[in-house]
């Protein structure tokens, strides 16, 4: 593919997390020992530090995104030998959301960095799946959002026009279509992200390309508007053309250390592989 | 039974913009709006706004779930949730707009200001600052919605006493003073959440009666009666809706 991965600072910034998070495993370990059989393991314990700097949950993201990935392309690949069941592409999404709630959750980290699964009336209006948001202390206010919008590959999405899912015929979602019913998704996401400003990004994650089907991709940016600027449609054709331009692919560590890092205010677009 | 179905411009009550100053409503007796269940009377789109977590959210799933939760998850945007009332035999749909309190939010929200018909202004009986916040709510209601949109002011979290900064007394002074009805509520205990609906139903019924009074052209008045949740068993004759 002539792509390649990065992993900007990965090691220094997991190593010296790790050495903090392990002393303080050490240093609360609680005195009483009822109960023992219920205590995580120290292992589990290592994993689960509070985090207390505002960029501590990073590699615990990474974590999450690491299982959420894995355990999608166990299902991205699957068809039917007798191509009667044709699970919806919204399943996907569903794996991909439920393994990172549940992970992030379990690592404890929701009140630094949260997960907010849109519903359906939300999903139409913004145009977003969920939305990720780095959480400020101690008001927990958003300071950095990600609004993602999933996207599968175009058979895929085929298959599900043609078994429309029931709840697309809820009034909530009607009402929401009615509402917004002269843009595309893509475009609504863009510009819920543009009505916050540039510290809401707008994440298009590929679970599966055409040109590589069993990997999870991404497109981040807090400037798509600026394509609207120049009269571009913003549409599936459009987001994939990043890749083609770009031979360079973040991690979802580097992403996020590149959102942390960036200077308030200023435009970034990364192209991300998430497997 | 009532029909449905049609003209998706018919059937929801239509509201002239700010610049003309009288709420001009017109309505097809059988609603026939666009999406979902189609079979309605009158539709209201409502709005519920006011600082982050005094509780606009809670009031809501109390009101259209009969459900509560303490848990707070900060809403995103914009949500909505969609309630069928009855009144004088009458359907009215209510679209009901959840908004979210924090700043960086307000490009979005006020932009569904417009076409709503009323407001519910939240704050938190236990919390000043929001309090504070209602006179610039107000000023964002008079800036990005109609003239006539109804407003009710809603003091919520009654049920904290122990913890309340705000005097009932200095929330219906503000009200009188910004001439909006008051309820002091509680999505926790229940407390005025139908109430506060149902007073905001009728302020938009009353002043759509004004108009239609005001425009002989207009064929028909608005509800007058009292609100229900359930249908009515029967549909009554000459009902002047």
């Known amino acids: ?275 | 039974m009532r029909s449905g179905g049609g003209d998706s411009s018919q059937g929801q009550i239509q509201i002239e913009p700010r610049s003309s100053k009288q709420m001009a409503a017109t309505q097809d007796v059988k609603g026939k709006g666009e999406g979902g269940d189609q079979n309605f009377d009158y539709m209201f789109k409502l709005l519920i706004i006011g600082n982050s977590s005094v509780g606009k959210t809670s009031f809501l799933f109390r009101y259209a779930d009969d459900a509560f939760t303490s848990a707070f998850v900060s809403t995103v945007g914009i949500d909505f949730k969609v309630k069928t009332v009855y009144k004088n035999d009458k359907r009215i749909k209510l679209q009901i707009w959840d908004t979210a309190g924090q700043e960086r939010y307000r490009t979005i929200t006020t932009a569904y200001y417009r076409g709503a018909m009323g407001f519910i202004l939240m704050y938190d009986i236990t919390n000043e600052e929001s309090f504070g916040a209602v006179q610039d709510w107000s000023t964002q209601i008079k800036t990005y919605s109609w003239d006539n949109a109804q407003v009710v002011l809603a003091g919520n979290k009654c049920d904290m006493e122990e913890e309340r900064v705000v005097s009932v007394d200095n929330g219906r002074l503000l009200a009188e003073q910004l001439g909006f009805e008051f309820f002091e509520t509680s999505a926790k205990d229940n407390i005025n959440v139908k109430q506060t609906f149902e007073r905001l139903v009728d302020l938009i019924c009353d002043k759509m009666s004004e108009s239609l009074d005001s425009d002989p052209a207009v064929p028909t008045g608005a509800p007058t009666a009292k609100l229900t949740d359930s249908a009515p068993p029967l549909q009554q004759s000459g009902c002047n809706c």
């Open chain 1, 1 to 275: 593919m002539g792509q390649t991965t990065s992993k900007p600072n990965s090691n220094l910034f997991q190593n010296s997390n790790f050495f903090s998070s392990y002393k303080r495993g050490f240093a609360s370990s609680p005195s009483d020992d009822q109960n023992m059989s219920l205590r995580p393991s120290i292992f589990s314990t290592l994993r689960k530090p509070p985090v207390s700097k505002p960029n501590d949950f990073i590699p615990l993201f990474n974590d999450c995104i690491s299982a959420a990935s894995s355990r999608t392309q166990e299902y991205l690949l699957f068809k039917d030998p007798e191509d009667k069941f044709y699970p919806s592409p919204e399943v996907l999404t569903q794996v991909f959301l439920m393994t990172y709630i549940s992970q992030s959750v379990s690592l404890n980290m929701t009140d630094a960095f949260n997960c907010t699964a849109m519903t359906p009336g939300q999903r139409i209006l913004l145009g977003a799946d969920w939305v990720w948001a780095v959480l400020e202390k101690p008001t927990k206010n958003p300071r950095i959002q990600i609004a993602v919008q999933v996207l599968h590959l175009p058979d895929r999405e085929d298959a599900e026009e043609n078994s429309i899912p029931p709840e697309a015929f809820s009034e909530s979602v009607q009402i929401a279509q009615k509402e917004s019913s002269n843009k595309t998704m893509y475009e609504r996401m863009v510009d819920f992200c543009t009505s916050i400003g540039k510290d809401c990004y707008a994440l298009f994650l590929f679970l599966g390309r055409k040109s590589d089907k069993e990997n999870i991709y991404g497109v981040l940016s807090n400037n798509f508007e600026a394509a609207i600027g120049k009269c571009d449609k913003i549409d599936r054709a459009f987001i994939e053309n990043f890749f083609k331009g770009s031979r360079y692919l973040h991690t979802p560590q580097g992403m996020m250390q590149a959102i942390v890092t960036k200077k308030e205010g200023d435009p970034l677009t990364l192209m991300i592989k998430f497997s």
